[in-house]
């Protein structure tokens, strides 16, 4: 068979494993070529991809980032009839199925081409772990031991100076960054979009601390919004998919929390440098899974599915699992952590 790969969205730590692991088992079992579209779905809409012979893949599993360049085009955008110019690519090159390798952006595309007749399986890719169907992601835990180390850093400096930082890290309409790498820094509050604790809240556990002696630390998921917030205190861009571009609560944050205790309070934004660098261990080896269980879909006809971790096994479901509803974090694990806040 020829297969093609893409990777589109945001990129994440851990693609060029999937990338690798794919490649290497179609061709040792398969006898698979693969090709490679650059840059997201818009590489499949202008036909510019890349072979992707197995030495093209040789170490790259250790390496951030991806190969094959990503961006967030849609080849629904505009009125655009996206099956059939995908389709006319496909035959063009000969390519029998296509892996896309993304998030919920991705994959909600995959699946609507699915529905036109075009054989594609997916990769859940996300580093905030928000995809439905799946117990985590890739890309997830490279993102929280990296948030992790920033933030135990900031409450180090924040001991030195008695004040109180505020540490946004990514989490678009989940918590989950936030809510690992808070607990493993032992922030003071952890503020997540699913359970929106007021300004009058926040305050209070950053009092509490302060007044024990302790340099406050807030780690704020991006999409979070205080729940006494009144309108428009953030005011948000739009993406190509519709989607609010996060970012800046940190420092709307801050300057509330200096102004209501007189506590000296500073704000720092990791951003991308979350999904920046090499893949732990963990991402590299379920990356790795994910993209050899991808072949195996292909090759079983599972097209309009999606590979998937269960517990400790890979299984595949259908895409709508995944695009359907967001994975939040749960009431019970919120309860777990609000005890140690304060």
Known sequence: ??????????????LNAVIRGAVIKGDKLFEDEFI????????????DWMTLPRRRVRGIGRIGGTILGTSRSNPFADGEDGAEIVRRH?????????????????LFTANRLFEAGIPV????KTVDNDLDATDYTFGFNTAVEIATESLDRLRMTGDSHHRC??????????GWIALHSGMAAGAHVICLPEFPLTIGEICGYVKS??????????VVAEGFVPKDAPEGFMDYDLDEFGRPRFGGIAQALAPIIEERLGIESRATVLGHIQRGGEPTGYDRVLATRLGTAAVDLVHHNGFGRMVALRGTEIVDVPLTEAIDSVKAVPRNRWDEMRILFG
Do not use: H, Q
Not at 36 to 47: E, N
Not at 90 to 106: K, L, Q, R, S, W
Not at 121 to 124: A, E, I, W
């Open 1 to 14: 068979m020829k297969i093609g790969i893409l990777t589109s969205g945001g990129d994440c730590p851990g």
């Open 36 to 47: 490679g579209y650059k840059d997201g779905w818009r590489g499949v809409i202008d036909g």
């Open 90 to 106: 496909m035959d063009e090159n000969d390519v029998d199925g296509i892996i896309a390798i993304g998030g919920d952006g991705t």
């Open 121 to 124: 399986v997916g990769v859940p």
């Open 165 to 174: 930082m505020v540490a946004e890290v990514m989490g678009r309409s989940v």
């Open 209 to 218: 601390a302060f007044d024990r002696g302790r340099a406050p630390l807030v």
